[in-house]
């Protein structure tokens, strides 16, 4: 059974920094590409970054390109998201995402197969 465990959410003020984990168990972590998403209240999920399976190529949306990155620690089998300068657009529910292949990065929620519960993140103003 594929379990991805997302942790390290919560409440912050805009300008501080966050980091997500995702706890990847049932799959074959270093094989497979991985991605964040967020689903703001009333908005539909949107793409946040992606990493290959080996970490050697990223892809980030433009909303968050030079403030958030995402890495991967294949020993652990855990992805993260480094969030800085949160401001209160960031203000989402966070999902990991397993891909189906091992190299596709992209910001389609079609390219992953296994996804994590969320884990809230607040940034206040």
């Known amino acids: 059974q594929v379990q991805l465990v997302e942790s390290g959410g919560g409440l912050v003020q805009a300008g501080d920094s966050l980091r997500l984990s995702c706890a990847v168990s049932?799959?074959?972590?270093?094989?497979?590409?991985m991605g964040w998403f967020r689903q703001a209240p009333g908005k539909e999920r949107e793409f946040v970054a992606a990493i290959s399976w080996g970490g050697y190529n990223t892809n980030y949306a433009d909303s968050v390109k030079g403030r958030f990155t995402i890495s991967r620690d294949n020993n652990k089998n855990t992805l993260y998201l480094q969030m800085t300068s949160l401001n209160p657009e960031d203000t989402a529910v966070y999902y990991c995402?397993?891909?189906?292949?091992?190299?596709?990065?992209?910001?389609?929620?079609?390219?992953?197969?296994?996804w994590g519960q969320g884990t809230q993140v607040t940034v206040s103003s």
């Open positions: 049932g799959r074959a972590f270093g094989t497979v590409a």
């Open positions: 995402a397993a891909g189906r292949t091992n190299w596709r990065i992209t910001g389609l929620a079609g390219d992953y197969r296994d």
